[in-house]
């Protein structure tokens, strides 16, 4: 089959727009920038030794929230955090704020991997929605959550058969809309149709988020050491666990690692995930007339329907976040800022973005970054325990933290408290998934599907044999 032009190329803008609309943008992070300093206090490094029943290495989503749910669950309980760098630094201060109630990265992955506990599974990832909203007004917290539903557009004729199919599955909330209807939700001209999930899928900011839940800990007697990187993690023949910094350590009777895209402190994990870099753009903020043009008065998050997707979705103070397409992998597995400055990636975004909104030319980004994302082979998160049951540990979201990480907190503490409950009884914790290879047959393979996903974005959506293969054996994914 002959190569085949998607509407990005078809209508992609002129150069000009695209250099004018970065001229002035800074690569810094819009999110982080946005928290009130009240909010990012600088908290003191961790120096001698300190005492806890719970140790929980890392202060993104994760962490935080495991610690804010232990204490919940044990007020008494004596809390420590370890953060390499500050609170909500890495993903959980970088993301589009998409706060999703799936748990297997979508009901198509769910159910080629766990068939007979998907309904389980999305019973459990609603209810895990629920409870994050709910949060706000149980602990006094506001990350801006607005459960707005997410928007689904096909951009490509061959796009509109898998909408049709979706809708025909009847899920609760999906809603089927063809061209005409989907851009009175948002007027953009490469606007095929859409399904519209009005009921999983919320908006929340994701740096404040990090931040209302740090401070929801502290104002429950957790201590969050900053600037304190975990380098080893023992357990002592005489019980408990010892977590050493660069100039202290915490001993504690349990460990949480939730470390993310960082190399685990656990060698049997350090196989398990791979950093891949995604790439963001935010707008400055749109005039009224500007919104006007493309509507979107309901304010859904939207991700189009291609394997390498876009993700956007509009602020509270009213810009666009505009962001995803290229997922970069970097032979070695290596986490580096070096990474982050990617021009090429900026540029196809803002071309992209004006081939969406042609209404808007003329306006500008203000921001531009990057981060990791930390990618299993099975898209979702995994979960164990090690050293005894003294340990637990999740990793993997594979972009879809925000809303599992609450999920994957109250599993590790059913774990480390030997609680079998119908999280810890699920094959999706039980069961570690494929790790990825070493070097250098990890970087061919990433390499190769990723190609095999664009070649399939320009064929029609035909897989090819690889991907076909990867379907096969359980590793497909489809976006």
């Known amino acids: 089959?002959?190569?085949?032009?998607?509407?990005?190329?078809?209508?992609?803008?002129?150069?000009?727009?695209?250099?004018?609309?970065?001229?002035?943008?800074?690569?810094?992070?819009?999110?982080?920038?946005?928290?009130?300093?009240?909010?990012?206090?600088?908290?003191?490094?961790?120096?001698?030794?300190?005492?806890?029943?719970?140790?929980?290495?890392?202060?993104?989503?994760?962490?935080?929230?495991?610690?804010?749910?232990?204490?919940?669950?044990?007020?008494?309980?004596?809390?420590?955090?370890?953060?390499?760098?500050?609170?909500?630094?890495?993903?959980?201060?970088?993301?589009?704020?998409?706060?999703?109630?799936?748990?297997?990265?979508?009901?198509?992955?769910?159910?080629?991997?766990?068939?007979?506990?998907?309904?389980?599974?999305?019973?459990?990832?609603?209810?895990?929605?629920?409870?994050?909203?709910?949060?706000?007004?149980?602990?006094?917290?506001?990350?801006?959550?607005?459960?707005?539903?997410?928007?689904?557009?096909?951009?490509?004729?061959?796009?509109?058969?898998?909408?049709?199919?979706?809708?025909?599955?009847?899920?609760?909330?999906?809603?089927?809309?063809?061209?005409?209807?989907?851009?009175?939700?948002?007027?953009?001209?490469?606007?095929?149709?859409?399904?519209?999930?009005?009921?999983?899928?919320?908006l929340v900011h994701p740096a404040l988020m990090a931040a209302e839940l740090a401070r929801a800990c502290e104002e429950r007697g957790v201590v969050i050491a900053e600037r304190s990187p975990a380098r080893d993690l023992d357990t002592p023949a005489s019980g408990g666990v010892v977590v050493t910094t660069d100039a202290g350590r915490v001993v504690a009777d349990r460990a949480a690692l939730a470390t993310n895209v960082f190399p685990s402190l656990l060698i049997r994990n350090r196989l398990m995930t791979v950093p891949v870099y995604d790439y963001v753009l935010m707008t400055e903020p749109l005039t009224d007339a500007q919104w006007a043009s493309i509507g979107w008065a309901n304010r859904q998050g939207i991700g189009d329907m291609a394997n390498q997707f876009h993700y956007y979705r509009p602020t509270r103070d009213g810009r666009i976040l505009f962001g995803g397409y290229d997922a970069v992998y970097h032979y070695g597995r290596r986490v580096d800022p070096r990474y982050e400055d990617r021009p090429s990636s900026w540029r196809r975004l803002a071309s992209h973005f004006f081939t969406t909104f042609p209404q808007l030319e003329g306006l500008r980004f203000s921001h531009r970054w990057a981060g990791a994302i930390d990618t299993s082979t099975q898209f979702t998160a995994f979960f164990g325990t090690a050293r005894r049951g003294r340990v637990a540990y999740a990793a993997g979201f594979t972009g879809l933290g925000v809303g599992s990480t609450r999920f994957a907190a109250d599993v590790m503490l059913d774990l480390l408290a030997g609680e079998q409950t119908e999280r810890t009884e699920l094959k999706m914790v039980r069961k570690r998934p494929l790790p990825f290879p070493p070097e250098p047959l990890a970087s061919i393979g990433i390499q190769a599907t990723r190609w095999s996903l664009d070649r399939a974005d320009h064929r029609r959506g035909k897989r090819n044999v690889l991907l076909k293969t990867l379907d096969a054996v359980g590793l497909g994914f489809d976006s």
């Open 1 to 202: 089959m002959s190569r085949h032009s998607t509407v990005f190329e078809r209508r992609a803008p002129a150069a000009s727009v695209v250099d004018e609309s970065l001229t002035g943008s800074r690569h810094a992070v819009f999110w982080t920038e946005d928290v009130p300093a009240h909010l990012r206090p600088d908290r003191p490094a961790l120096t001698g030794t300190v005492t806890a029943d719970l140790v929980v290495v890392g202060a993104g989503y994760t962490g935080l929230w495991t610690a804010l749910l232990a204490v919940t669950r044990d007020p008494g309980c004596r809390v420590v955090v370890v953060e390499a760098n500050r609170v909500g630094w890495a993903a959980s201060g970088r993301n589009g704020g998409f706060c999703e109630a799936s748990l297997t990265h979508g009901p198509e992955n769910g159910a080629a991997r766990w068939p007979d506990e998907l309904h389980t599974l999305e019973r459990l990832g609603r209810a895990n929605l629920d409870e994050i909203g709910a949060a706000e007004e149980a602990y006094g917290l506001d990350f801006q959550f607005e459960r707005t539903g997410q928007l689904a557009p096909a951009t490509e004729e061959h796009q509109l058969e898998w909408l049709a199919d979706w809708a025909a599955e009847n899920e609760s909330g999906v809603v089927l809309l063809d061209a005409d209807a989907t851009r009175r939700q948002v007027d953009s001209p490469t606007y095929l149709g859409a399904v519209w999930e009005t009921e999983t899928t919320a």
